[in-house]
Nanobody, 122 residues
Framework: QLQASGGGLVQAGGSLRLSCSAS????????VGWFRQAPGKEREFVAA????????YYADSVKGRFTISRDNANYTVYLQMNSLKPDDTAVYYC?????????????????WGQGTLVTVSS
């Protein structure tokens, strides 16, 4: 129901855009988020959007560099990542949840896509 894509290898300072394609049911979820998991680390919050209020949320580590958005016509949510750093290297996951979801809490999201690997070289 969620399909993440767009990962790859990029040099530090470069950009990537991740895509999360959703079915109609999951795309209508009020909250869509991106999380990432680096080797040996726990999955962490990156960004989220609550469509009912048009609010967006970002981890401090990516604020000002990453932007979450969506394309209603194509049922796709994007994560534009600029000024990438080696510390951004991780598997990135998209997730969706209902209105009661707290955006930064991964345990409250109902739907998850498979991850897409982002590698940032120094």
């Amino acid at each position: 129901q969620l399909q993440a894509s767009g990962g790859g290898l990029v040099q530090a300072g470069g950009s990537l855009r991740l895509s999360c394609s959703a079915s109609g049911r999951t795309f209508s979820s009020d909250v869509v988020g991106w999380f990432r998991q680096a080797p040996g680390k726990e999955r962490e919050f990156v960004a989220a959007a609550r469509w009912s209020t048009y609010m967006t949320y970002y981890a401090d580590s990516v604020k000002g560099r990453f932007t979450i958005s969506r394309d209603n016509a194509n049922y796709t949510v994007y994560l534009q990542m600029n000024s990438l750093k080696p510390d951004d290297t991780a598997v990135y996951y998209c997730a969706a949840g209902g209105a009661g979801v707290r955006p930064g809490n991964r345990y409250e999201f109902n739907y998850w896509g498979q991850g897409t690997l982002v590698t940032v070289s120094s």
